[in-house]
C-alpha cells in the first residue's frame, strides 16, 4: 500500500510540476557508471558547472574539468576544507590550474556531493569524486535532466553556500597550503 500511494505521489509531482518529459537516472558504486556519466556531462557542459564536493581525487574528472576549463567553460568548486588539506586531495591542483574555488569554512564539515552542469542537469548522491568511490566503495549518484525544479533547488543552495564561504579567506587558506608536487600545477 506505501508503495503504491509513493507512486502516485511521484507522478502527480511530476505532473503537476510539468516535469512528465523530465529524465532521472542513478548508477551505484564500485565501478565506473557514476564516473563515466560524471565526465559525460562535463565534456558536454559548454557554459558553466558548479560543484559541491566533499572530496575530490579522481584522476579521470579532473582531467576532464581540466579540459572543460581550458574550453572556456565557468567552473566554480566548493570542498570541505578537511579534506582539500589531505594529501590525496586534487583541490589544490585545481586551485594552481587556476580554478575558482572555495573550502567551506562556514561549516564543520561541507558534505555535498552534487553538481550542476549548463543549468539542464544535475548530479547527486553518495559518490564522492574519488578513485576509491569509483573502484572499492558502495556509492550512489542520480541524475536529473531537464528536471527544471529540482535544478532551480540545487541551484539556489550552490548561490547560498557560495556566498556562505568567503573567497579571501580561501585564498589565503590556499597559499598557506600550496600544493607540493611540481606535476601538480
Given at each position: 500500500?506505501?508503495v ?17 518529459n523530465?529524465l532521472e ?9 557514476c ?5 559525460r ?9 558548479d ?9 579521470n ?12 567553460v565557468?567552473?566554480?568548486i566548493?570542498?570541505?576544507?578537511l579534506?582539500?588539506?589531505?594529501k ?11 580554478f575558482?574555488i572555495k ?5 564543520k ?20 569524486w ?7 566503495n558502495?556509492e550512489?549518484?542520480?541524475f536529473?535532466e531537464?528536471?527544471q525544479?529540482i535544478?532551480q ?12 564561504n568567503?573567497?579571501?579567506?580561501s ?14 600545477s
Open positions: 500500500m506505501r503504491s500511494k509513493f507512486i502516485l505521489y511521484l507522478v502527480s509531482f511530476l505532473f503537476l510540476s510539468g516535469n512528465v523530465a537516472y542513478v548508477f551505484f558504486s564500485p565501478s565506473t557508471d564516473e563515466n556519466e560524471i565526465i556531462l562535463i565534456n558536454q557542459s559548454q557554459d558553466k558547472i560543484i559541491a564536493v566533499y572530496a575530490i581525487n579522481n584522476d574528472i579532473i582531467t576532464a574539468l581540466k579540459q572543460a576549463k581550458n574550453r572556456g565557468k567552473i566554480r566548493l570542498t570541505d576544507r579534506q582539500a588539506s589531505n590525496s586531495s586534487k583541490a589544490k591542483e585545481l586551485y594552481a590550474f587556476g575558482d573550502v567551506n569554512f562556514q561549516y564539515i561541507e558534505h555535498n556531493k552534487f553538481a550542476l552542469f549548463d543549468n539542464n542537469y544535475v548530479s547527486s548522491g553518495s559518490y564522492n574519488t578513485n576509491p568511490a569509483t573502484s572499492a558502495s550512489n549518484c542520480i536529473f531537464d528536471n525544479p535544478i533547488a540545487y541551484q539556489k543552495h550552490f548561490n547560498q553556500l557560495w556566498q556562505l568567503n573567497k579571501a579567506k585564498d589565503e587558506w590556499f597559499n598557506r597550503h600550496p600544493t607540493t608536487n611540481k606535476e601538480e
